[in-house]
């Protein structure tokens, strides 16, 4: 029994392992269950309303001093307009999580290196982002409507992330870190690194910068919880490579030992 997990474990942190096996099954549902704890611990009751909009009033304080508070002109611009509210609806829902998924799928098959750098940065950055939604609750600017904020994922699309059904998995004072935007900036880099297609490659770059531009447009973020996701991610991304170029390697070296 000790030497089938040695050998298992040896086998699963394999950079360069293309073919799918039995124990694939666990490593996949024990990435479901590192997402489905984030999202279930994320999505706990936060009761700390007046430090959320305190400390959302003081990011416009902050940014309005540094002359960037745009966050209620980009939302009237997209609300002008309603092909733009729809677009920025789609992006921020389906050009987030769900597109994740499809491609680490696609990753998992065909460079599982690649696959488990962006599982790493995911996870890790998830961590690290927990720690500042408990410490630092923030409302997101959609709970601030003496500036005209109009929260279109609520009014204008049938799927919301505030739906009756998600409530269990959502934090609405979860604004700080936005992982919209750095999940968004890890599948760049991580898609840039994999591939050699140029088409592929701005792909990843385009979602990023729409997904930058609907955060605010739908009121969801302000762009300090956007650099933030930023900040975070790419600490995270540092571990991941870390771990890839050194403590997996050394991880397989002792289970190689040990199975001699």
């Not at 700390?48 to 980009?74: C, K, S, Y």
């Not at 004072?173 to 760049?188: I, K, Q, R």
């Amino acid at each position: 029994m000790r030497n089938k997990l040695l050998r298992y474990m040896h086998e699963v942190t394999a950079p360069d392992r293309t073919r799918v096996a039995w124990f694939d099954l666990v490593e996949i549902a024990l990435v479901v269950l590192g997402f489905l704890l984030y999202f279930l611990v994320r999505g706990g009751v936060v009761d700390r309303t007046a430090d959320a909009l305190n400390h959302a009033r003081w990011i416009i304080e902050e940014q309005r001093a540094l002359g960037i508070f745009i966050e209620p002109m980009v939302n009237e611009w997209a609300l002008e307009a309603p092909w733009r509210v729809r677009f920025f609806n789609f992006v921020y829902f389906w050009l987030d999580f769900p597109l994740i998924i499809g491609v680490g799928l696609v990753l998992f098959w065909r460079s599982r290196r690649h696959y488990t750098l962006l599982r790493d940065a995911l996870l890790i950055s998830g961590a690290f982002a927990l720690v500042l939604y408990w410490t630092f609750p923030v409302a997101p600017p959609r709970y601030l409507p003496e500036w005209g904020f109009v929260d279109t994922m609520q009014q204008y699309a049938k799927l919301s992330y505030q739906a009756q059904s998600l409530r269990p998995f959502v934090n609405p004072f979860a604004a700080v870190p936005s992982l919209h935007v750095g999940w968004a900036l890890l599948f760049a880099i991580v898609l840039f690194e994999v591939s050699q297609s140029w088409l592929v490659r701005i792909g990843g770059a385009l979602v990023l910068v729409l997904q930058s531009v609907a955060v605010v447009a739908t009121a969801n973020h302000f762009l300090f919880d956007a650099l933030a996701g930023v900040v975070i991610s790419l600490a995270a991304l540092a571990v991941a490579y870390w771990l890839d170029r050194s403590g997996y390697p050394k991880i397989r070296d002792s289970l190689q030992r040990l199975m001699s």
